[in-house]
C-alpha cells in the first residue's frame, strides 16, 4: 500500500525539459579506449530506451583508414565486452549502427575536416547538418587544433551565430595544473563560447552523486543538522582495489592527485558542503560549487605539511592476489615519488563550515573499491549514557554510499534488547537495489544526453576547473623537492599509509573504513 502511495508521488522535474533535437555526435579521437567501452555502449542503451532523438547519427573521426562497416563490426566486438546489459540485443544494434559513421582523417588535416563537412552536408535533414556535438576524446594538447580547424570549416560558430546549435565535449583530464588549464580554457572560448564547452567530470554523471543535491534540498531533517553545529567532521573515501596496471605511463605525471582529487573528490566535496543554490538551473549550481571551492582555506606550505598526506603502495596482497610495488609497475621510474595515494584535511572558512575538518582519501591498491560520505555527528553531552560508555557510545553518522552498494544510512545508538542495560550502534538503511532495483545507467548515458538537450548543470565551469586547479598546484607546490619518506608508503591491500591515520590522529578522529560488500 505505502508503495502505491510512494509511486504516486513522484515528482517529475524535467517535464519542462528542452525536448531533444535530431543532431549529429562527432567523436574525435575514435579509435581510443573510451569510445568503445564507455560512448558508445551509452549511446546504443540511450538508442535502445529511446531517449535520443528520433534522428541522429554518429560519426567517428580518427587516423587510421577504415570504412563505416568495419568501425560498426569493431564497435559490435567491443559491446560483447563493454555492454552494461548482456546479450547485446542485435536487432536494436543493426537500427543504431545504421546511424553509425567513419571518417578518417588526421586532426592537424584540414582536408580532413572538409571531408567531415561534406559527410555532415550529405545528411538530408538541415538539423543532422546544424545540431553538432563535437566529442573531444582526445589529448588536450590536440583540443586547440581541432576547435580551430573546426572553425575554419565552418562546422564550429562562436556564438552559435546561425542555424542550429554546437557543442563541445572535452574529457579529463583538464590540464595538468592551473596554467595550462587556463591555456585549453582560452583555446576552446577563441572558437567556442563558454555555454558551448561542456567539460566532463564522470562523477557528476553518477546517480548517486546527483542525488547529494536532492538529499540536502528536497528533506528538512538532514539539512538543518548540516552545518557546524551539528556536524563534527566529514570523511569522503574514494579507494580503489586495482593498481595503475598498464597506465603507469599516465599515472607517473598524474598522480592520485591530478587523476582523482582535483576533480572527483573535490565535486563530491563542493556538492556536499555547497550552500542552496538560488534555483535548480545549471549556472545557479555551478555559482555555488564555485563559491564552495573557493571557501576552502588556502594551502600555504606549512599547512601542506601538516594537512596533506601522500603514500605510495609497496608490494602487497589485494583479496588474496599479490601485487606490485608501484616502483615495479611498467613504465613507472624505480625511484618514482608519485603518490598513488593521497589523504587531505581542508577547511572550509565560511559561515556553515567554520572549524569543522573534511577528510578526504582515495588511493590505489586499497582493500576494497567504494565510494562514501560519512557526516560525522558531533557527540552527545558527557552525561547520562555517555558519562558511562565513554568512547564505546559512538556519535552518529549518516553515510552516503556511492558505489558500489549504493545507498544511504544513519547510525545510531539503540538498546540491545534483554534484561541487562547495554546500548550499540544499529542503522536505518536505505538501498537504492532494494528500493528501486538494480538499475545502474552508466555515468556516460546521463552526461552525454544532458549535453545533446544542452543542460550543462552536471558538467564543469571554466571557472570551477581553475578553482580546483588552484587547490591542487597549492599542495603540489608544497610536495616540491619532497621525496616520499617512510610513514608514508603503504602495503597494496591496506588502507593507506601511516601519515594518513596520523593526520585524523591529531584531533582524535579515526579513519572509518567503507565494509566489504555482502
Ligand atoms: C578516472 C581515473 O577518472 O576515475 C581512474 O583516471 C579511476 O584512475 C577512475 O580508476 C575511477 O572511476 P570509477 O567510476 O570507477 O569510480
Sequence with gaps: MDDQLDELMVCRLNQTRKSVEPCSIVIFGA????????????LYHLHKEKQLPAEYRVIGFARREKTDAAWRAELREGMTQFSRTKPVDDAVWAEFAANVFYCQGEFSDSAAYTKLEQLLTSFDRPALRNNLLFYLATSPSQFGEVVQQLHEVKLLRKGEDGPGWQRLVVEKPFGHDLASARLLNSELTRYASERQVFRIDHYLGKETVQNILMFRFS???????????????????????????????????????????????????????????????????????????????????????????????????????????????????????????????????????????????????????????????????NVLFAAQCGSKLDPNALTLRLQPEEGISLRFNGKVPGTSTSVRPVRMSFSYDSEFGAYTPEAYERLLLEAVTGDATLFIRSDEVEAAWTIADAIRAGWENQPLTNREFYAAGTWGPVAAEDLLAQRNHVWRNPQPSK
Design 31 to 42: 579509435s581510443g579506449d573510451l569510445t568503445a567501452r564507455k560512448l558508445i555502449p551509452a
Design 219 to 381: 528533506n528538512s531533517i538532514f539539512e538543518r543538522l548540516w552545518n557546524r553545529d551539528s556536524v563534527d567532521h566529514v570523511q569522503i573515501t574514494v579507494s580503489e582495489s586495482l593498481g595503475v596496471g598498464q597506465r603507469g605511463g599516465y599515472y607517473e605525471e598524474a598522480g592520485a592527485l591530478r587523476d582523482m582529487v582535483q576533480n572527483h573528490l573535490l565535486q563530491v566535496l563542493s556538492l556536499i558542503a555547497m550552500e542552496p543554490p538560488v534555483s535548480l538551473d545549471a549556472e545557479p549550481i555551478r555559482d555555488e560549487k564555485v563559491k564552495l571551492l573557493k571557501s576552502i582555506r588556502a594551502l600555504t606550505e606549512a599547512e601542506v605539511a601538516k594537512n596533506i598526506v601522500r603514500g605510495q603502495y609497496f608490494a602487497g596482497t589485494v583479496k588474496g592476489e599479490q601485487r606490485p610495488g608501484y616502483r615495479q609497475e611498467t613504465k613507472v621510474k624505480p625511484d618514482s615519488n608519485t603518490e598513488t595515494f593521497v589523504a587531505l584535511k581542508l577547511f572550509v572558512d565560511n559561515w556553515r563550515w567554520s572549524g569543522v575538518p573534511f577528510y578526504l582519501r582515495t588511493g590505489k591498491n586499497l582493500p576494497l573499491s567504494a565510494s562514501e560520505v560519512r557526516i560525522q555527528f558531533r557527540p552527545t553531552p
